[in-house]
């Protein structure tokens, strides 16, 4: 069953978190995922309004997981510090 990676990030340092995301983005196209939504145009009808809103699809949790845990895309978020909080959540569906 696909799984999908889905991240709400709230962007501090805008420089630090387009360097992660320049890192990020090169390490995920070397995954078995494909990016479905990539937006920080969104319409929040409840919560929090997120900067980025991100949706990663990969063919299963187990390859969701592998990709997030990675000791590359591990030493990505390391490096960039405190420049965002995220929330990050991986789940199955159709």
């Known amino acids: 069953m696909a799984a999908y990676i889905v991240i709400r990030t709230k962007v501090h340092?805008?420089?630090?978190?387009?360097?992660f995301t320049?890192?990020?983005?090169?390490?995920?196209?070397?995954?078995?995922?494909e990016f479905v939504v990539r937006a920080r145009e969104r319409v929040?009808?409840?919560?929090?309004t997120p900067d980025v809103?991100?949706?990663?699809?990969?063919?299963?949790?187990?390859?969701?997981?592998?990709?997030?845990?990675s000791p590359e895309h591990q030493q990505a978020l390391?490096?960039?510090g405190e420049a965002f909080t995220r929330e990050v959540v991986i789940v199955e569906g159709v």
């Open 53 to 69: 809103v991100v949706v990663q699809r990969f063919p299963d949790a187990a390859s969701a997981q592998a990709f997030y845990d």
């Open 78 to 80: 390391k490096s960039a």
């Open 44 to 48: 929040t009808l409840e919560g929090e």
């Open 13 to 19: 340092d805008p420089e630090a978190h387009g360097a």
């Open 22 to 33: 320049a890192a990020a983005t090169a390490l995920f196209a070397q995954s078995d995922g």
